[in-house]
């Protein structure tokens, strides 16, 4: 009979209890090469800035660049916490919301003929033409910019899910419902966790979407936020600034991202992962 201490030993030899010892060595050695490739693109910056190559309103040196942080007039906290707000919520506004209607249209059939195309439809207009149009109807402020990460966002996640919900077994649907199982209940038990790769797939696009979509509402739409800094600063050609800006804004999106590979890690198995089928 297999005891704990038994357990534990396959978990260390890397048997089915864990990843084996290849595979750990192979996560360090990616994890490694991507420290690297970063390190290596900072030193190439520092490198071409200290040699004055660049004049550095084109490109500032790191140093000026950090510095930028420490400068009350800039007021990093208030922009940072606004874009946060906006990315955030407008996000995960479109993935409740784009489930939710995904679902609508696995349930009604005649729904999904009617309106799902015209989703599509919407889905190919470009949203920052549509930049001019939001600013009327809804005015200035935080909350037009959350409805830009939004509605960016929101049309990916939509149809891909709906996707994932159509690609459950016939089969599988005709037997549960042979035993009287509820809408819902096929929902929970069979179409939910089979779409789950390809709503996290999808999350992971829209989570790249939202911070663009947010920073295109502070371009346009906006009073406070990092977009709106640094149309701001660029009357004065103040780069440094510009470019911690960017800086703080791709770190946001790594954030959502990481965020988003974390919960797939909880709830999507490996092999069922839509990157492993295709590897």
């Known amino acids: 009979m297999t005891d704990t201490a038994t357990i534990a030993d396959d978990t260390k030899a890397g048997r089915p209890g864990g990843p084996s010892a290849a595979e750990r060595i192979d996560?360090?050695?990616?994890?490694?090469v991507i420290t690297a490739v970063h390190l290596a693109v900072l030193a190439l910056w520092y490198a071409v800035t200290a040699a004055g190559v660049l004049?550095?309103?084109?490109?500032?040196?790191?140093?000026?660049?950090?510095?930028?942080?420490?400068?009350?007039?800039?007021?990093w906290v208030d922009n940072i916490t606004v874009t946060v707000i906006e990315i955030f919520v407008g996000y995960w506004f479109a993935v409740v919301f784009a489930v939710f209607l995904a679902l609508l249209f696995s349930w009604f059939r005649t729904l999904h003929?009617?309106?799902?195309?015209?989703?599509?439809?919407?889905?190919m207009i470009p949203k920052v033409a549509l930049g001019p149009l939001f600013v009327v109807w809804f005015g200035y402020g935080v909350?037009?910019?959350?409805?830009?990460?939004?509605?960016?966002?929101?049309?990916p996640i939509l149809i891909t899910t709906a996707r994932g919900l159509r690609e459950v077994e016939p089969d599988l649907l005709d037997l549960v419902r042979a035993l009287?199982?509820?809408?819902?209940?096929?929902?929970?038990k069979i179409q939910f966790p089979g779409a789950l790769p390809y709503i996290f797939s999808a999350m992971k696009v829209g989570a790249i979407l939202a911070v663009a979509g947010a920073i295109v509402g502070e371009f346009i739409a906006s009073s406070s936020g990092l977009g709106y800094l640094m149309i701001q600063v660029q009357t004065t050609l103040d780069t440094a600034a510009m470019f911690m800006a960017v800086i703080l804004l791709t770190l946001l999106g790594i954030s959502l991202f990481g965020l988003v590979l974390l919960l797939e890690r909880i709830f999507v198995v490996k092999d069922a992962r839509l990157e492993t089928r295709s590897a």
């Open 143 to 155: 909350a037009t910019n959350i409805f830009f990460a939004f509605i960016i966002s929101f049309f």
């Open 27 to 32: 996560t360090i050695r990616r994890y490694a």
């Open 113 to 123: 003929t009617a309106l799902f195309p015209l989703f599509v439809t919407f889905s």
């Open 55 to 75: 004049k550095p309103f084109i490109l500032p040196s790191p140093g000026a660049t950090l510095e930028t942080l420490f400068q009350a007039r800039y007021r």
């Open 180 to 188: 009287k199982g509820t809408r819902w209940q096929i929902f929970v």
